[in-house]
């Protein structure tokens, strides 16, 4: 039997809600797969903020740096200022476990309708890999005459050769994987002078080391229309820190809803634990309801297991999703009228009934 040691991380508002479910799904696949799950839950989030002052202990960092995984609900409430609240948990596990590749899936779900108004039988699936530890969130800056008529503020966007290189490469290596044909990346470079002409000129050369994948380039503000006009025609997607982030609330409203999105924080060399989340945060408008949407959050632990090296239980609770949404079991946001209890029982059934 195959075991695990998984630190869960709920957070806040909306994220306790579906890291419940994620649970209740992940008994249901150890049952089916005979693997064994140890959890350990961690409180930090704002309420712990407000009860210590801190989002999470001084040691948090390393408290977690034996598990297997991460998997986390979504970190931000209105009672703490939200880049308190992410500098103080999300942001510094994303940096000091190097979980400098995050991964967002944008797949449409058989039984989920498209708010695009697309060609029946247009095909969605596409990857976006986002660089997640430099680029536009950076520390570098500051504000000088605070409150003046002459006040400055500086947001410097810190953009490395290492880690520009590392992550257009990480695109390249997971399309060819993928058996995916084309790698776009986001840029900007008519507007944003010095960082993009050089994620352009890291770009070029990448792309040359991969003559059979097709490459191009775009501007980002052109790349969301298409986005939106044409999504078919993606196979992966690179971009910046910021780009990346913008582009896939986006791409998930595209495939139905921001509740579906799920992301994967990964240190590709596996040094560190990687982190599991959804896409979406903690909804403070919907929190309490029972109506959150559990499949962003579902989606997200199904690649955790991939990652873990569990391709089969993987794709057991994507077939689940699946299933679930073409019977009809879908929360509000979907355009159905289950809450997340019954999407979240729908899973386990299905998950229970796959033969082995
Ligand atoms: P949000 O994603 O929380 O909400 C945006 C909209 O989408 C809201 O109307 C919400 O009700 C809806 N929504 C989101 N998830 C849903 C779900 N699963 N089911 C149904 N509807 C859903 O974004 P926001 O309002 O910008 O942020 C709220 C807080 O969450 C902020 O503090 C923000 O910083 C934080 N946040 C955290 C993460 C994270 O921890 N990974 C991600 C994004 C935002
Ligand atoms: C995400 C979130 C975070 C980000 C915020 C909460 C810092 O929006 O994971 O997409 O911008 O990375
Ligand atoms: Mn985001």
Request: net charge negative.
């Amino acid at each position: 039997m195959n075991g695990y040691r998984i630190a869960l991380i709920p957070g806040d508002g909306i994220g306790v809600e579906v890291m419940q479910s994620a649970r209740e799904v992940l008994g249901a696949v150890a049952r089916t797969f005979d693997l064994r799950f140890d959890f350990t839950e961690f409180p930090w989030s704002c309420q712990h903020y407000v009860d210590t002052g801190r989002m999470m202990p001084e040691d948090g960092i390393g408290q977690l740096r034996s598990f297997d995984a991460i998997l986390l609900g979504a970190v931000g409430y209105p009672t703490v200022p939200d880049h308190v609240s992410l500098w103080g948990l999300l942001i510094p596990i994303r940096r000091e476990f190097q979980q400098y590749a995050c991964v967002r899936p944008v797949k449409l779900l058989p039984g989920v309708q498209s708010p695009l108004a697309l060609p029946k039988g247009t095909d969605i699936d596409y990857l976006v890999v986002r660089e997640n530890n430099e680029g536009e969130y950076s520390t570098v800056g500051g504000r000088s005459y605070a409150g003046t008529p002459h006040e400055v503020v500086t947001q410097v966007s810190l953009f490395t050769r290492r880690g520009t290189e590392r992550i257009i490469r990480y695109a390249f290596e997971l399309a060819r994987a993928r058996g995916k044909q084309r790698v776009t990346s986001a840029t900007k470079s008519n507007g944003i002078i010095h960082s993009m002409p050089f994620w352009d000129e890291v770009f070029a050369d990448v792309a040359a080391g991969y003559p059979d994948i097709e490459s191009e380039q775009m501007h980002v503000d052109a790349l969301a229309a298409k986005f939106v006009l044409t999504p078919q025609c993606f196979g992966v997607v690179v971009g910046s820190n910021l780009f990346g982030d913008i582009l896939t609330d986006l791409s998930a409203a595209t495939v139905g809803s921001i509740g579906i999105g799920a992301s994967a924080n990964l240190n590709p060399e596996r040094e560190f634990p990687s982190c599991f989340e959804p896409v979406h945060g903690s909804a403070p408008d919907i929190v309490g309801q029972g109506i959150a949407n559990p499949l962003g959050q579902v989606w997200s632990a199904a690649l955790m297991l991939e990652h873990l090296g569990e391709p089969e239980a993987a794709r057991a609770v994507e077939d689940a999703m699946q299933r679930t949404l073409e019977a009809g079991i879908k929360t509000g946001d979907l355009g159905g009228s289950a809450n997340t209890a019954e999407v979240t029982a729908a899973l386990v059934r299905e998950l229970s009934s796959v033969a082995r």
